[in-house]
DNA sequence: GCCAACGTTGGC
DNA sequence: GCCAACGTTGGC
């Protein structure tokens, strides 16, 4: 399994939207950058992500996990945008800010902070294992610590 | 609302 | 294939 980073402006897709899609999950359309949709391609089910909010709250406040592989983005008729679906898991406890993130030494290498403008990046599994310690969250089973 | 960073487009 | 112009993202 692998470990991912969905960006979004929560006045256009919030949480709050996304985890009322529930297990059916939503598509993550949209997205037109290449590297954004290289790693969607990549990406297999149950691959695991961390939900976050830019522009407004600066925090990641969810898990989520790819429900469907890669496919034409059905909001385009451009043949070059393929995108995931991705549902809802369980909030992070306490939401982690891009503040703690950019003042966490082991966390430095993160997209996050390194290619600020890319929405869909990978998270390593150190990473992963750290922000959701941080959220409150056991990185493996998903259960509050 | 500003603007830096950076991806994309298009002329040459 | 270079690079200037332009558009967008996203932190502040």
């Avoid at 703690?100 to 294992?129: I, N």
């Amino acid at each position: 399994m692998r470990y991912w980073l969905f960006k979004s402006e929560p006045f256009k897709w919030s949480w709050e939207q996304q985890k009322a899609k529930g297990d059916a999950g939503e598509e993550w359309d949209g997205i037109r950058n290449y590297q954004a949709r290289n790693f969607m391609r990549t990406m297999e089910l149950g691959d695991r992500a961390f939900f976050y909010h830019s522009n407004e709250g600066l925090e990641i406040v969810g898990i989520a996990e790819v429900s469907a592989l890669s496919a034409p983005d059905s909001t385009t008729d451009d043949e070059r945008w393929d995108c995931v679906h991705i549902r809802a898991i369980c909030d992070m406890p306490t939401p982690v800010t891009l503040k703690q993130v950019k003042a966490t030494e082991s966390l430095s290498d993160m997209s996050l902070v390194t290619s600020m403008r890319l929405s869909v990046q990978p998270v390593k599994e150190e990473e992963w294992m750290e922000v959701c310690r941080m959220g409150g969250l056991d990185g493996k089973t998903l259960k509050p610590l």
